[in-house]
């Protein structure tokens, strides 16, 4: 039962970053500025840091319509390498899954751009499934 729950939470929390990543895409086309804070390149690190005894197995996480998939992941705490958004770029996507030690379990996500945290996102429970998305 708890494969079945586990494989049907990724699933949809992959086409849920997609969708996103997509939505991004179209906007960051229809951009007619790019002398705006999106018009540069900009540093960006994506983290997950869940509750002890918890452990993090999936993240998705790109820029615009870029993801990235990391598979077989373990641990409370996950980082994924520095990437340079390209100058127009729109948006940054995180989704990370982790399976929690019990129900008061807690996973968070977060956007780190250029430096500064700019967004995070928060699950809980025993399935965990957290997201954020940040707007350059």
């Known amino acids: 039962m708890r494969k079945m729950r586990?494989?049907?939470?990724?699933?949809?929390?992959?086409?849920?970053?997609?969708?996103?990543m997509f939505i991004g895409f179209v906007s960051s086309c229809s951009k007619d500025d790019d002398n705006g804070p999106a018009g540069k390149?900009?540093?960006?690190?994506?983290?997950?840091?869940?509750?002890?005894?918890?452990?993090?197995?999936?993240?998705?996480?790109?820029?615009?319509?870029?993801?990235?998939?990391?598979?077989?992941?373990?641990?409370?705490?996950?980082s994924s390498p520095e990437i340079t958004s390209e100058?127009?770029?729109?948006?940054?996507?995180?989704?990370?899954?982790?399976?929690?030690?019990?129900?008061?379990?807690?996973?968070?996500?977060q956007i780190w751009v250029d430096g500064e945290l700019k967004k995070e996102?928060?699950?809980s429970g025993e399935i965990l499934s957290a997201s954020a998305s940040y707007t350059f």
């Open 41 to 78: 390149n900009h540093k960006v690190v994506f983290k997950a840091i869940a509750s002890s005894g918890s452990n993090i197995d999936m993240a998705v996480y790109g820029i615009d319509g870029n993801p990235t998939t990391a598979t077989s992941l373990s641990g409370t705490t996950w």
């Open 6 to 20: 586990k494989s049907q939470l990724l699933r949809g929390m992959f086409v849920v970053l997609l969708t996103t």
């Open 121 to 123: 996102g928060t699950s």
């Open 87 to 109: 100058p127009g770029s729109y948006n940054a996507n995180v989704a990370v899954n982790a399976m929690g030690a019990n129900a008061s379990s807690t996973l968070k996500v």
